[in-house]
C-alpha cells in the first residue's frame, strides 16, 4: 500500500463558530485516497517575543515546539484563514512567525494549499495576496486552484456541514493538486 501523505491544517480563526474552521473541518470528508488531515489550534501560541526564542531562551515556549513540530511532521500545510483588514489575521501571522525562525525552521519550502472564507463578497482574496510575500521569502509553494469562500454563512447548515456542492468540488480540486505535488516532490 502507498504510504499515507500527512496534511496539518489549521484555522486564522481562534472563534467557536468560525466558517473558517468549519470549512477546515469539512476537508476531512472530501481527502483524496491515501490522504490524512490532523487538525491543530494555533489558539495557545503566545505572541512572538525573541527572549523566548533560541538562541536567548533554552527552549520555545510548550505551545510553540508543539506546533513547530506538528508543521515538520507533515507533507504539507492546509491554512484556512479569514481575512482581517484586508490581511492577515493576526494570531495566524504570529503562529507562522513563531514557525519561520531558527535553522531548524520546518516551515521554509513546505508546500501549502492556502483557503479563506468571509462573509462579504471577496471570500479572503486579499488575505490571501497578503501571504503571497510571506510565502515568497518562506519558499513555499502554494497549489492551485485557489479558494475562496464568499457569502459563507449560506453555504454552511446550522451544524456547521458544508452545503454548498461548488465549494465541495473546488476543494476536491485543491486536495488533489496538493497531493500530486507532495507526489512529484518525493519522486525526485
Ligand atoms: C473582519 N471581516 C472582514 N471581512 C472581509 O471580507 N474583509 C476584511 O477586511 C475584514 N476585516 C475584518 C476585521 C476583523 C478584525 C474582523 C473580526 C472581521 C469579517 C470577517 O470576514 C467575518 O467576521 C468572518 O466570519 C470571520 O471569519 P470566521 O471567524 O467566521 O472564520
Redesign the pocket.
Known amino acids: 500500500m502507498d504510504k499515507v501523505i500527512q496534511l496539518l491544517g489549521f484555522s486564522g480563526?481562534l472563534?467557536k463558530g468560525?466558517?473558517?474552521?468549519m470549512l477546515l473541518n469539512s476537508l476531512k470528508e472530501l481527502l483524496p485516497e491515501n490522504v490524512s488531515l490532523q487538525i491543530v489550534s494555533i489558539a495557545d501560541i503566545p505572541f512572538y517575543n525573541g527572549d523566548l526564542d533560541l538562541p536567548d531562551a533554552t527552549e520555545r515556549p510548550q505551545a510553540v515546539e508543539a506546533f513547530r513540530d506538528a508543521i515538520s511532521k507533515a507533507d504539507a500545510l492546509v491554512i484556512v484563514s479569514?481575512?482581517?483588514?484586508?490581511s492577515i489575521p493576526g494570531a495566524l501571522k504570529n503562529a507562522i512567525d513563531w514557525a519561520s525562525r531558527g535553522e531548524d525552521s520546518p516551515i521554509l519550502k513546505k508546500t501549502v494549499s492556502l483557503m479563506g472564507?468571509?462573509?462579504?463578497m471577496?471570500g479572503?482574496v486579499?488575505m490571501q495576496m497578503a501571504f503571497q510575500p510571506v510565502f515568497l521569502t518562506l519558499g513555499m509553494r502554494q497549489v492551485k486552484p485557489e479558494v475562496y469562500v464568499s457569502k459563507?454563512q449560506d453555504k454552511f447548515d446550522k451544524e456547521g456541514k458544508l452545503i454548498d456542492e461548488g465549494t465541495k468540488k473546488i476543494l476536491i480540486k485543491n486536495l488533489l493538486a496538493l497531493k500530486e505535488a507532495i507526489e512529484k516532490q518525493k519522486t525526485y
Do not use: Q
Request: overall charge positive; aromatic content about 22%.
Open positions: 480563526s472563534r468560525s466558517y473558517n474552521t479569514p481575512e482581517y483588514n484586508y472564507a468571509s462573509n462579504g471577496w479572503t486579499r459563507a
